[in-house]
């Protein structure tokens, strides 16, 4: 705490917290009673994310920044704490043709949402330009890839998926994009969506962007893929059910290869 940005630990000085246990972006997350402090390395994702919040400031459930700092090659990030709990609580869990609704209803409200001003794109233009750069400088790992990505029945490496997402890249609808559509970004209260988190690689892209990603995320979260208990009465048809829509598997692959990437 000594070592924090002054404006920073004048805001948290004395408060009690406790550090995330669920987040897998490899950033630091300390939890307050009603703030959340983020510390990560400096970069371009948590540059965007913070400019992100400001934008989504009253179009959608997102926190509101406290402070932001820079220092030393870190970026620290004070944010109110949202409401509710993650969607991937057990006690939410255990209802997955309600938790399908909720997220359902989530990506509508992400959908909803006018991208006339929005100040990133997260289309395949932008996305593939930057699992190109990610490649090239060697960031890509295939120890924990998705099982079937890499190997007997997969790709060589990532130099062959980003070829193969090169020359299959499907159509896109422009819509407003989270781009990590994950339980653990979501958040409900009293049966609603109360809010979203992590939106550094949200973005204008295609809704399969975060139909794939939820997919993922509802499915390994089902069948205790993260060490949790199999839900009953989960399947894959749920998700897809709750949107009303017929499910083009052929994006959802596409899309889940392309977040191996990143």
Not at 95 to 116: F, I, K, T
Not at 180 to 192: A, S, T
Request: contains cysteine; negative net charge.
């Amino acid at each position: 705490m000594l070592m924090l940005p002054p404006r920073i630990a004048a805001k948290i000085e004395g408060k009690h917290y406790t550090p995330d246990t669920i987040g897998m972006s490899g950033a630091n997350i300390l939890y307050f009673d009603d703030m959340v402090l983020k510390i990560e390395r400096a970069c371009e994702e948590s540059k965007r994310a913070l400019e992100m919040l400001h934008w989504l400031a009253g179009r959608l459930p997102v926190p509101r920044i406290l402070a932001a700092e820079t220092d030393h090659g870190y970026d620290y990030l004070l944010m109110t704490r949202l409401t509710g709990e993650m969607a991937c609580t057990e006690s939410i869990l255990s209802s997955p043709q309600a938790l399908a609704a909720l997220l359902a209803e989530g990506l509508n409200m992400l959908w909803q949402v006018d991208v006339s001003t929005c100040p990133y794109s997260a289309l395949l233009d932008e996305k593939l330009h930057q699992a190109e750069a990610r490649v090239a400088a060697r960031l890509c790992t295939m120890e924990d890839a998705e099982p079937g990505t890499y190997g007997t029945g997969g790709f060589k490496d990532p130099e062959a998926l980003l070829a193969w997402l090169k020359e299959n890249r499907p159509d896109e609808t422009p819509v407003f994009s989270h781009g990590d559509f994950c339980l653990p970004n979501i958040f409900v209260q009293e049966g609603k969506i109360s809010g979203f988190l992590d939106l550094g690689r949200s973005g204008i892209a295609d809704p399969y962007q975060d139909i794939a990603l939820c997919f993922r995320s509802f499915h390994h979260n089902a069948n205790g893929h993260f060490g949790g208990h199999v839900v009953l009465g989960y399947s894959n048809a749920l998700l897809f059910d709750a949107l009303g829509i017929m499910p083009d598997w052929d994006k959802v692959r596409y899309y889940i290869l392309l977040d191996e990437l990143f």
